[in-house]
């Protein structure tokens, strides 16, 4: 699954902030059910999966299709005096915020993981905990000791690489890039 | 939206700058979390300015969100990690330390929502015996960690005197013998109290704690005597015996008696009177805390439960009611639960309750020892099995050793289960740094130990009763009040002192 | 969804795509609704055919509904719970792992202390057992009244 953003290097510059894409949904309402259809290249299977689960307190909801290509989500309300126009409305802002979150989890994950492993290690007592003078406010960019510009650096580095490797594993499958949405062909121009 | 809440329809985001963080939308402002435990709160235009990517150095937000850890190339690794170690610094206790001992079932009231599925005062056979007793003791000192407290409940404890008697004075010989911490409570209904007792639990250094639902016409209602009668005088006439005895001796000041109510349905129109009882008996704080529909209490749950948005909502009248007496002066009782959550967000620190840990406190933290001598994972979980389903039965004081109960697959799971990063709606959850997800709860309610988040009663009523802290943490007159409360939290626990090891210690 | 309910046998069956949903987590939803239905499984190439029947019995097309909703939900919750646990496994594992072991308090039990094993010891704990055991066959089992003990004489503002 493609990560759709980047990782901020030491000298970006703050970008155009993206609005969020019109979702890929299709949406049709029957009498009693919403059913929407969901490209999971677009919306990321875990967006579509959480924006499903969250919607449970007020609907039964089942999922099908295929992980890889598209899911219908189908909502019946539990109750049935619920508009279902209200209830795809939610689930498909659920899944703007959804692909939000996951997006910021996904970015930082080696990040938590690394501070976990050295919460571990302070707790044992095979590092020391941070000092006063250590604790003191962050230095400026440009002002980083070796040792933490080379960590970030690494850090960096790392999630870079995981990027690569799926990509690199996505042209493998598409050389020509016929998968690709509008929105990635775009980019790659850029 | 859903009950995470969600971003603005259309909202502009640009998330290769963020940290880790979670969010939620509280009206007007919004709320930033993150793992380790530091918290922001924003105006909904600059959350959206930060979420757009339009903070930069030199915005005077900028040194806020740099300090809050939602700037990813800001990150202060270590002291995050120090953050987390503090926070939860439960995660590296060697064991339980809390060991609650049921030494009867027997009782003689009939409380309306009574977990403890007690039993009529003649059922002598569902008493803990000496041996038993003896070998529970041991089991509880053959635990890894160097504190040990040790809870006495029931049914009615002062019921089976004799044990509560010979569990005391066995565990202070084992405990300076061993060179161990020991702390030890009681927790009974009053009703059965005599100078005797009270003169033995003081002289022991015992402290005390009782059931006080409100006035006499709801206290009286949830707590009936077995054959009908009421009870609340004679509650009420001990909580006062017993603060004159502790006020007139210096030393037993740490022993003043503590009291908590249960909430009921009928407790639902009773909150600023409930409060005013407690204030008149010179109580330092109330526990507004809800009833869990597990054992008994799920039986009669139509008769004496409620929704939880039900609950939340008298949860913040009453807090409000509390406040608002600490502002005008009126009186400076305390609220036990908004307490419990402000040590963890305001001060990062860890306060010892069980339930809202990550993982919880089942098993790592407390142990529940029935009048058998079977070991539970907590005293919920000996409710269940009470109602004929021994799953959270991990052992007995006869047969098990301490590590035959940790290695337990029902351990494990309960572990897994409560540890927030396995559940999919905390994990996204702002609140995640601060909460709990109680396995025995969400196996009595939704038939799995991980639960269901999105339609779980647990989820509703804690996220709803955070939302209510959060808001009046951002209100400068409730803040105040707040941060005198943790203040003499903290004034409480130092005044408490050290203690020489092996010698008796004050429970508070 | 297509649900097809038979009233008089009490039961609604439906497909489950083997594209979304695994084995593991139609078990675990299985699991958590035995007390509710008794579960029936088949199989295609594509999917799991589901068949479940009401253990009440007036269970009726709304019911019916219901507990295939309810199902469904359960199968989402766990699905979607294995995307979660297997994204955190890293971070989840390392704290479950830390709390185990730390709780563990190392291999071997603690030897009991030296102090546990004097005479004087000994012979406390002995008489802690006599006193304790002579006080129970003294006071049990003696009916005791379910009012409680005796209060003083009432005074005026007895009970608040």
């Known amino acids: 699954m493609k990560l759709k953003t980047k990782i901020a290097s030491k000298s970006s510059k703050s970008k155009p902030a993206k609005k969020s894409p019109l979702p890929s949904a299709v949406c049709v309402l029957s009498d009693s059910e919403a059913s929407i259809t969901l490209d999971v290249k677009v919306e990321g299977i875990e967006s579509i999966f959480g924006a499903a689960y969250l919607m449970m307190d007020k609907a039964f909801v089942f999922l099908s299709g295929d992980r890889a290509k598209k899911i219908v989500v189908v909502l019946r309300p539990k109750d049935e005096a619920l508009p279902l126009r209200a209830l795809a409305d939610e689930f498909l802002s659920d899944l703007e915020s959804q692909k939000v979150r996951w997006a910021v989890a996904k970015n930082n994950l080696p990040v938590r993981e690394f501070i976990a492993e050295q919460a571990v290690l302070i707790a044992n007592g095979t590092i020391p905990p941070p000092s006063a003078s250590e604790a003191a406010p962050e230095p400026a960019a440009e002002e980083l000791t070796a040792d933490q510009r080379s960590e970030i650096e690494r850090l960096i580095a790392e999630v870079e690489s995981e990027i690569k490797t799926m990509n690199d594993r996505k042209v493998a499958l598409d050389p020509k890039g016929i998968k690709a949405s509008w929105e990635e062909t775009q980019e790659k121009k850029a | ?508 | 969804m297509i649900l097809d309910t038979d009233v008089k046998e009490r039961s609604v069956s439906f497909d489950i795509p083997k594209k979304i949903y695994s084995m593991d987590a139609l078990r675990i939803a299985a699991q958590i609704l035995a007390p509710k239905v008794d579960v029936y499984l088949d199989e295609t190439k594509a999917a799991y055919e589901v068949t479940l029947k009401a253990k009440r019995r007036e269970a009726g097309e709304p019911q019916l509904r219901s507990l295939a909703g309810e199902f469904g939900n359960e199968l989402l919750n766990q699905e979607y719970r294995f995307i979660v646990g297997r994204f955190n496994a890293k971070i989840s594992s390392l704290i479950v792992t830390q709390a185990l072991m730390a709780a563990r308090g190392g291999e071997a039990p603690a030897a009991a202390p030296a102090g546990e094993s004097t005479p004087e010891f000994q012979k406390l704990v002995a008489d802690l057992v006599r006193n304790a055991e002579t006080e129970v066959a003294r006071t049990m089992p003696k009916k005791i009244s379910d009012q409680g003990t005796v209060l003083p004489p009432v005074t005026e503002d007895a009970g608040v």
Request: hydrophobic share 40%; glycine share 8%; with cysteine.
């Open chain 2, 1 to 508: 939206m859903s009950r995470l809440t969600a971003l603005a329809n259309g909202a502009a985001v640009e998330t290769s700058g963020l940290a880790a963080f979670n969010f939620r939308d509280m009206g007007g402002w919004h709320l930033l979390t993150n793992d380790w435990g530091q918290f922001l709160m924003l105006s909904t235009a600059d959350f959206e300015r930060f979420m757009a990517g339009k903070v930069e150095a030199g915005d005077p937000l900028y040194p806020e969100l740099e300090s809050r850890g939602v700037m990813k190339a800001r990150l202060d690794f270590k002291q995050l990690a120090a953050n987390y170690v503090k926070k939860n610094s439960f995660q590296w206790f060697p064991g339980p330390s809390l060991h609650m001992i049921v030494v009867t079932l027997r009782c003689n009231q009939k409380c309306q929502y009574c977990h403890s599925s007690v039993v009529d005062p003649s059922r002598t056979d569902t008493d803990m015996d000496i041996e038993t007793a003896r070998k529970t003791v041991d089991f509880i000192f053959s635990t890894p960690n160097p504190t040990i407290c040790i809870e006495f409940q029931g049914g009615e404890p002062l019921l089976n005197w004799p044990v509560v008697k010979f569990i005391t004075e066995y565990a202070q010989a084992k405990a300076k013998a061993g060179n161990r911490k020991l702390l030890m409570a009681l927790v009974c209904n009053f009703t059965l109290m005599t100078e005797d007792k009270l003169d033995f639990l003081f002289d022991h250094h015992v402290s005390i704690c009782t059931s006080l639902d409100g006035p006499a016409e709801l206290h009286n209602q949830n707590r009936p005597f077995l054959g009908g009668g009421e009870a609340q005088q004679k509650v009420v006439y001990w909580l006062e015996k017993i603060q004159e005895r502790c006020n007139s001796d210096v030393k037993k000041k740490y022993y003043l008696p503590g009291a908590l109510m249960t909430t009921t349905r009928f407790s639902m129109d009773y909150g600023p009177q409930i409060v005013d009882l407690y204030v008149k008996l010179g109580l330092e704080q109330i526990f507004l805390r809800p009833l869990s529909p597990i054992g008994y209490a799920k039986r009669v749950w139509k008769d004496v439960g409620y929704a939880p948005e039900e609950f939340v909502r008298f949860y913040e009248e009453t807090l409000d009611y509390i406040i608002d007496l600490n502002i005008s002066g009126k009186s400076d009782i305390m609220e036990r639960m908004a307490l419990i959550l402000l040590t963890k967000i305001v001060k990062g620190e860890d306060p010892g309750f069980m339930d809202l840990r990550s993982p919880a406190g089942a098993v790592l933290g407390c142990l529940a020892y029935n009048y058998n001598g079977e070991i539970f994972v907590s005293d919920e979980g000996r409710m269940v099995d009470h109602q004929g389903d021994p799953i959270f039965r991990v052992g007995d004081v006869a047969k098990s050793d301490w590590a035959s109960v940790i290695d337990h697959p029902t351990t494990r799971a309960c572990v897994t289960a409560s540890t927030l990063d396995n559940q999919p709606m905390c994990q996204q959850c702002a609140y995640k740094p601060y909460c709990g997800a109680e396995p025995v709860f969400h196996y009595e309610t939704q038939k799995s130990v991980f639960g269901q988040m999105p339609t779980s009663g647990w989820c509703i009523s804690h996220m709803g009763v955070f939302d209510v802290i959060f808001r009046k943490l951002r209100d400068p007159r409730s803040r105040k009040v707040m941060d005198k409360w943790l203040e003499r939290d903290q004034c409480r626990w130092q005044e408490s002192g050290n203690v020489p090891a092996g010698e008796p210690e004050v429970v508070l």
